[in-house]
């Protein structure tokens, strides 16, 4: 784990998006997210193998708390790993990713917490051991208040196999 100062990675943004282009950007940004969260996910059921399912989820919120990444609140949360079920929604207040794109572009049109998107689905994939895609319906980024995101498995959102794309390999030719 490094830490690094907010402002570093808005600038890391800013020049990727100026670099590869926004969805380039954008895909690149929700991988390594994911790739975080995965982690994490492995590293919360080495340390509490006998947690609820509840409990095991809410680590990564709560390590995103910690660092100063958002403070994460569950809004909903219904989940059952052994069945398979989950249905989330989470509430995100100081964003450090909704503000480094304000303080770069201003005011977006649609959501850029691409890498806490990521995350979200990297970890909560591999605690669900199934692909749970989150999207954010709210983003400080856009104006709004705060950042809000609802998460469900890949196969119940209508334009699922849209979203996975991003999380494909994207090759820079």
Request: proline share 3%.
């Amino acid at each position: 784990i490094i830490i690094i100062h907010a402002e570093d990675m808005g600038s890391l943004s800013r020049e990727l998006i100026e670099t590869l282009g926004k969805e380039r950007a954008k895909g690149l940004l929700l991988r390594m997210g994911y790739a975080s969260g995965a982690r994490d996910a492995e590293l919360a059921r080495k340390l509490i193998p006998d947690a609820s399912d509840t409990d095991l989820l809410m680590v990564g919120p709560n390590l995103h708390n910690m660092e100063g990444i958002v403070h994460v609140t569950a809004e909903r949360l219904e989940m059952d790993i052994a069945k398979g079920h989950f249905d989330g929604e989470f509430l995100w207040m100081n964003s450090f990713e909704d503000e480094a794109h304000r303080s770069a572009f201003g005011i977006s049109e649609e959501p850029e917490c691409w890498m806490q998107i990521g995350y979200a689905c990297g970890y909560t994939t591999h605690i669900m051991g199934k692909f749970i895609l989150y999207k954010e319906v709210e983003c400080g980024a856009k104006g709004d208040p705060y950042c809000r995101i609802v998460g469900q498995p890949l196969e119940k959102w209508e334009d699922g196999d849209f979203w996975i794309q991003y999380f494909r390999p994207d090759h820079v030719a």
